[in-house]
C-alpha cells in the first residue's frame, strides 16, 4: 500500500505561473527579466493587519478564505484550472502563513498549493469485471462529492458487492495539519500575490486631515541649541540637485510632489533654495501650512532660533499640535523652516509662505491655496518660488476622475507664465503618514513606502531631476530622483516614534 504525507514546498520553482517563468519569480524592470526575489519584504504594520490585508486580495479573487485558531493561517477555497474527469482532477488553493516579526512589523508568505487526484487515492483496487457499471458509479459518486468535503482523511477503497466503497484509514500522521490532513500537496511561493499585497499596504496615499483636528496641549519644547544663539549657525548647504539647474530662475514658480512625511523632499528643497541664493535670486517656499500660521512663521525666521522662539512657534499655532500630525508637520519641515532662518541670516532674500487652509475641501481647497500663493507672489515677482504640495495638488493639468476639479498647480499655470512641477521617483522606503488601516479608521505612524512601476528609481539613476521633453498627461516635466525615503516624524510626535526614526540633521 502507497501512503502519501503532507507536502509544503516552501521556495523554489516546482510549480510554474506559465510555460515561461515561475511564480515564485518577479519582474525586474531593469533587467527585463523574472527573478526570484533576493529578501523578504517586512511590512511596517501589525501582522493582523497585513493579514487582514491579504484575505482582501483573494476574496477579491472570489475565493472563500478559511482561517485557522490564531489568526496566523488562513487557506482560501480551492478551483480547477480547466474541466479534467473525476479521479484525474487537478485543484489549487492560497496558504498564507503570517510572522509576528514586532509590533509593527510582520511578514507574510503567501503559497499555491496544487493537489492532484491521481495522488490523493492511498491504494487502488484492481479493475473489476463489470467495468462500465463500476466505471459508472465511481464517476457518480466522484462527482457528488467535493475532493476538500468533511475530514478530509486518508482513505482506501474496497468492493462492496457490484460498486466500491470509501474506507478512511487510521492515522499514521497524529501531528499533521487537520485542515490538510494527509493530502500530498505541492506549494510554491505566488510572487504575483505577494506583490499585490504589498502594493495595498504600501503604494497608498497619504491623508491630510485638513478639518476636524483639534490642537492638544503642549507642556514645553527643547531645542537642541540648549538655549544658546544659534543666528550664527550656517545653512545646510552642502551640496547641489543635479538637474534641477534650468528649472531655477526669476519669477519661476516650481511644484515638487511631496510624498509628505520624509526627510529627503526638505533636504532637497533646501539645498535648491541654496543654489538660488548662490545666484543672487530672491526665494519664496510655498508650505502646505494653513494661512492662519503666517504671523508664527514670520516671527520664528526672524528670531534668532533660540528654544524660547521655537517654545512660541509650536505652543502658539495650532498646527504642529494636532490630533492627527500628517506628514506637513512633520519635523523635517520644522528642520526646513529653520534652515530658512538661517539663509536669511546670511542675508539671504528668502520667504516662507504658508498657503493652505483649515477648513476648505476638495477644490474649493485647492482654490484657496492657490489664491494665498498668487498674493504672495504678487508681492514678491521675481523671486524663485519654491511650493512642497502633495502629488495631486502639484499637478499642472487637470484631473481625469473630475471635470470639476482644478489642482493647485493647473491654477498657478493658467495665472503664471513660467511654471513647472516635479513628480518624485524612490525606492522602497518609510514614511511618517496619516493612512485608512485595514479597520476603516485614520492612523498616524511610521509606514513603508513603494514606488509605483512608474516611479521606481532603479540602481543605475542617481539621485537628482530628470526633466521629459514636454509635459506629461498628468501634468508633471519631470521627476526628481530622491532614493531610498526615510521617515520624519511630527515635531511634537510621541518619543517611541523619534526614537525609532533619524531626525534631519542639526
Known sequence: MRQFGWVLVLMGSTGCASMTRSLASQYNPETGEYELPKEEVVYMVPVEDAMMMARRVLEERRYDVLEKEGGL????????????????????RYYVKGHRMGPRQSLVRIYRL?????????????PFMNSEKSRDAQVFNANAAHPFDQRMEAFTTTPSGESVRQVVLPNPFPAAPGLERFRYVRGIRDMNIEGRLQERLETVPSLEVVSGNAPVPMRSVLMEDSGEAATARPPECDELVEGAAPLIGAGHVLLVADPLGTREVPTAALRMMCEATTRGLPVTLALSVPSTEQPFIDAYVASQGLASDAQSLLSG?????????????????LWLV???????????????????????????????????????????????????????????????????????????????????????????????????????????????ISPTREARQAD???????????????????????????????????????AAVPAPKE
Not at 493561517?73 to 489549487?92: Q, T, V
Not at 496544487?114 to 484492481?126: L, M, Q
Not at 499655532?317 to 519641515?333: H, K, L, M, N, V
Not at 508633471?476 to 515635531?491: E, T, V
Request: hydrophobic share 40%; net charge neutral.
Open 317 to 333: 499655532s495650532g498646527f504642529w499640535r494636532r490630533t492627527y500630525q500628517d506628514g506637513r508637520s512633520s519635523r523635517a519641515i
Open 114 to 126: 496544487s493537489y492532484s487526484e491521481i495522488e490523493t487515492g492511498v491504494e487502488e483496487p484492481p
Open 460 to 498: 543605475a539613476v542617481e539621485p537628482g531631476v530628470q526633466l521629459a521633453t514636454e509635459a506629461r498627461e498628468d501634468g508633471f516635466h519631470g521627476r526628481l530622483f530622491l532614493g531610498a525615503l526615510s521617515a520624519s516624524p511630527p515635531a511634537l510626535q510621541a518619543q517611541r516614534h523619534l
Open 338 to 448: 529653520e534652515q530658512v532662518r538661517r539663509l536669511r541670516a546670511y542675508g539671504k532674500d528668502v520667504a516662507v509662505v504658508a498657503i493652505d487652509t483649515t477648513q476648505a475641501q476638495g477644490d474649493a481647497r485647492e482654490a484657496e491655496m492657490a489664491k494665498n500663493l498668487l498674493a504672495f507672489h504678487a508681492r514678491r515677482p521675481t523671486a524663485w518660488t519654491l511650493v512642497l504640495a502633495g502629488s495631486v495638488h502639484a499637478r499642472t493639468a487637470k484631473v481625469d476622475w473630475s471635470g470639476d476639479f482644478a489642482p493647485l498647480g493647473a491654477r498657478l499655470a493658467r495665472a503664471l507664465p513660467h511654471v513647472r512641477a516635479l513628480d518624485v521617483g524612490f525606492r522602497r522606503g518609510t514614511q511618517f503618514s496619516c493612512r485608512f488601516n485595514v479597520w476603516e479608521s485614520i492612523e498616524c505612524d511610521v509606514f513603508a
Open 73 to 92: 493561517e488562513m487557506f482560501s477555497s480551492a478551483h480547477e484550472p480547466g474541466k479534467n474527469d473525476p479521479g484525474l482532477r487537478n485543484l489549487e
